[in-house]
């Protein structure tokens, strides 16, 4: 009996791995990561959609633990990784706040300090996250923001971010048509940028606001992000190298992994005071 139990099992165990089967998610059904790729009756855009979709899905669900689903964050969060995507920066790096939802890798800075506690009605946890605003192609004003004990006890952290610098390509002899069909691409791609996708960010200066009165630090500190992926409702940012700042007060490492969604799905009330010139 013992050994047809065992027989069992690992026939059980192979077909869960051959068939791509992962917890179920809110909605009751089973999601195979595999499947994805191999709908061949949509293209990978309405692939990529639909994982985006079930990722922010299982992130907004209050009614559960993110660590009851973990695993199938994680393969949601590994597929849009894979998936190399092109996003539009004026869309999904610019405008409103992303709040971080989910996270992995090192323990970010933050952490260290959140007690968990919020003052208020507002029954949410404490808002982390990021907001650029677009000063031209490839160049943005930063806002980190952090809240330790709801808005009454919170910290911002501005600064300026930028693209780095993309490998240039190689010179080649060009003709007057591959010119012509290059100018004509560029014009229909132009505003796209490629998944991973590196920037740096230099902090310029830390305020904390503290039951209203805001109170400035001189903090000073370079930061490197590379863009997993990003749409018009969430983004999987990662840290590429550790962060270097005055007194090392910020402190993150590399590796450190974040998936951010737009602050209104989180607190439709949520607002955060415009990047001061």
Known sequence: MLLLYLVKCCITLNHILVQGYISPISQGRFVR???YWQLRSTSKNSRVESASEDLLSLLLDTNKSKHDDEFQIESLINFL???NSQFNPDVSLNGPLYAVVYQSGPRP???KFD???????????NIK?????????????VQNYAEFIGQQFAVEAKGVCTRSNAAKEPKRNATQ????????FKKN???LVQCPADYDITAKGVSINILGKKFDVDVKGKGYMRVLYADDNLRILTSRKDTSSTRNSIDEKAGLTVVQVR???????????DYDQ
């Not at 007690?115 to 946890?125: A, D, E, F, H, Y």
Request: aromatic share 10%; proline share 2%.
């Open 189 to 191: 791609s132009s505003s």
């Open 109 to 111: 800075f933050w952490e």
């Open 81 to 83: 990784k894979e998936t």
């Open 33 to 35: 990561i595999h499947e």
């Open 115 to 125: 007690l968990g506690l919020s003052l208020g009605t507002k029954k949410r946890k």
């Open 263 to 273: 602050v209104d799905l989180i607190d439709p009330t949520f607002r955060l005071q």
């Open 129 to 141: 996250g990021q907001k650029y605003t677009k000063v031209s192609d490839g160049v943005y004003n």
């Open 177 to 184: 048509f591959t010119r012509l069909l290059e100018q004509t």
